[in-house]
């Protein structure tokens, strides 16, 4: 596609259940970044994916939090459990390189767990 | 551990005038500096970035210079304008890193009054 897309763009959950994010890459792109963005705050880290692995999934905070890209285009994120501070915008992002650089962010799914 | 600390959080500037804005790193290893402007409600877009072997790097009314031995980076626009209004963030890139993993300073938010 012409961008990084993510579904949905918002996203209410009750606390305790089970969600997913969605992030379509731009075509191409083999490297794939999930960050997060508190509310005043920079986009923190989470995973990474080269293709179909997990390069690096050092900011992912604990186990409820888990990613993957089966066939190393479309990512999903998903939340178990999910917890209020959980509540953040999830940002995705691709590059043709790698290496972080020339990072093409999504809109985001603003996740709000009541 | 990796910190970016971004100074000032909030700045003021009347339109036609210049804005600087300043992080410093805590990883001497870093070797990636990009700079992302993000308008409420959208996605940060990268303006401008500058690796380690550059001292300095202009684009149009942009431009970043990068001090190593002191471990900080600045965005300088200048003749600003209303839409310069946004929020803007610096990162860094650990150069041993081969994850693309970026430490995101806490934004600084850019008024420009007409």
């Known amino acids: 596609g012409a961008g990084v897309s993510q579904t949905p763009s918002n996203k209410v959950t009750e606390k305790g259940k089970y969600v997913e994010l969605r992030c379509d890459p731009i075509?191409?792109?083999?490297?794939l970044y999930w960050y997060r963005q508190s509310l005043g705050q920079g986009p923190e880290f989470l995973i990474y994916f080269q293709g179909t692995g997990a390069a690096d999934d050092s900011g992912l905070p604990n186990d409820r939090f888990f990613a993957v890209r089966p066939e190393g285009s479309v990512s999903t994120l998903k939340i178990q459990r999910t917890e209020r501070g959980d509540s953040a915008v999830y940002l995705c992002?691709?590059?043709?390189?790698?290496?972080?650089?020339?990072?093409?962010f999504g809109s985001g799914t603003r996740l709000t767990v009541v | 551990g990796e910190n970016v600390e971004q100074h000032p959080s909030t700045l003021s500037v009347q339109e036609g005038d210049s804005a600087v804005i300043k992080c410093t790193y805590s990883d001497s290893a870093s070797n990636y500096f990009p700079w992302y402007k993000q308008e409420l409600g959208k996605r940060p877009q990268l303006i401008i970035d500058i690796r380690s072997n550059v001292g300095e790097k202009k684009d149009q009314r942009i431009a970043v210079t990068l001090n190593k031995t002191a471990k900080h980076f600045s965005l300088h626009i200048t003749e600003t304008q209303p839409e310069d209004s946004a929020v803007y963030f610096c990162?860094?890139?650990?150069?041993?890193?081969?994850?693309?993993?970026?430490?995101f300073g806490q934004g600084t938010t850019l008024q420009v009054k007409p």
């Open positions: 075509s191409g792109h083999t490297a």
């Open positions: 992002a691709s590059s043709l390189m790698g290496q972080g650089e020339g990072y093409t």
């Open positions: 990162a860094a890139r650990k150069s041993s890193s081969n994850t693309g993993k970026l430490i």
